[in-house]
């Protein structure tokens, strides 16, 4: 099999990451599975030495930070491609708390 899915769901925050050969896809939502904001991150570069990144506001701007950490933290982790995409209607510490949380398995799982 060339592709995992992996979730992850606790207080209402779901994950969704779908692993490739080259990358992951990382869906992170707090009600059902939707694309919100939409961050790229590009693996370590010989010039650099810092994952790249850039944000796609696709459906707004409103989770570019969450969105753009996720997908760093993780093409870091990974040394490969992650498109990360967020959509987050609470933003109390709560819900935040369990997203860190939840991304935390999931990168044990990657």
Same mark, same amino acid.
């Given at each position: 099999?060339?592709?995992?899915?992996? @979730?992850?769901?606790?207080?209402?925050?779901?994950?969704?990451?779908? @692993?490739?050969?080259?990358? &992951?896809?990382?869906? &992170?939502?707090?009600?059902?599975?939707?694309?919100? @904001?939409?961050?790229?991150?590009?693996?370590?570069?010989?010039?650099?030495?810092?994952?790249?990144?850039? #944000?796609?506001?696709?459906?707004?701007?409103?989770?570019?930070?969450?969105?753009?950490?996720?997908?760093?933290?993780?093409?870091?982790? #990974?040394?490969? @491609?992650?498109?990360?995409? &967020?959509? #987050?209607?609470?933003?109390?510490?709560?819900?935040?708390?369990?997203?860190?949380?939840?991304?935390?398995?999931?990168?044990?799982?990657?």
């Amino acid at each position: 099999m060339d592709y995992n899915v992996i @979730t992850e769901e606790t207080g209402g925050v779901k994950i969704l990451a779908l @692993t490739l050969k080259n990358g &992951v896809l990382i869906i &992170v939502s707090d009600s059902e599975l939707l694309f919100g @904001t939409i961050a790229l991150a590009l693996p370590l570069t010989s010039t650099t030495g810092e994952s790249a990144s850039s #944000i796609n506001p696709v459906f707004g701007v409103k989770d570019d930070i969450l969105a753009k950490s996720i997908a760093e933290r993780v093409c870091k982790k #990974i040394n490969k @491609t992650v498109i990360a995409s &967020v959509f #987050i209607k609470n933003r109390e510490p709560e819900v935040i708390e369990n997203i860190l949380k939840l991304l935390k398995k999931v990168l044990e799982r990657l």
